[in-house]
């Protein structure tokens, strides 16, 4: 994710905010999964839940607040998906939508294993520094 929106998932956690970020466990690109879990510890200091999806491949982009608003679309959240590809999403205010893909995400958690942070603290040396080359080359990735 960009700055704003991995301080934005930490800040909403730290304020009590029930954040839970589901992410595939089988990822397309081996290269992008490793950008994104040098982000994990991170957020599930902050308290985010992160939740890896096991029951084939996961590429849904969703997000819903409040019950009431959600937003689907092509857009990664990483830097390329809003700076640079042509990416969308559309924003809906609609309780009975939203709740429709809140069930669909508790559904997908049954399929999740959710990360530990102590047994994530404890991955291989080797899996920690692809994860950090990786991020710092993920403003261009």
């Not at 491949?57 to 607040?65: D, E, G, P, S, V």
């Not at 019950?67 to 009975?96: H, P, Q, W």
């Not at 102590?118 to 080797?126: P, Q, V």
């Amino acid at each position: 994710p960009d700055d704003n929106i991995l301080d934005s998932l930490k800040i909403s956690a730290f304020s009590g905010v029930d954040v839970r970020l589901m992410i595939p466990k089988n990822p397309d690109h081996k290269f992008m999964a490793w950008g994104a879990q040098s982000y994990i510890t991170e957020l599930l200091k902050a308290g985010v839940r992160v939740f890896l999806y096991d029951n084939g491949f996961l590429h849904c982009k969703a997000i819903m607040a409040d019950d009431s608003v959600c937003s689907v679309g092509t857009a990664n959240m990483d830097i390329r998906s809003f700076k640079l590809n042509f990416e969308t999403n559309a924003f809906i205010y609609n309780s009975e939508i939203t709740n429709k893909l809140e069930n669909q995400f508790f559904i997908d958690m049954q399929y999740s294993k959710e990360i530990n942070i102590e047994e994530f603290k404890h991955r291989s040396r080797l899996s920690k520094t692809l994860e950090s080359i990786t991020r710092l080359l993920s403003p261009i990735l």
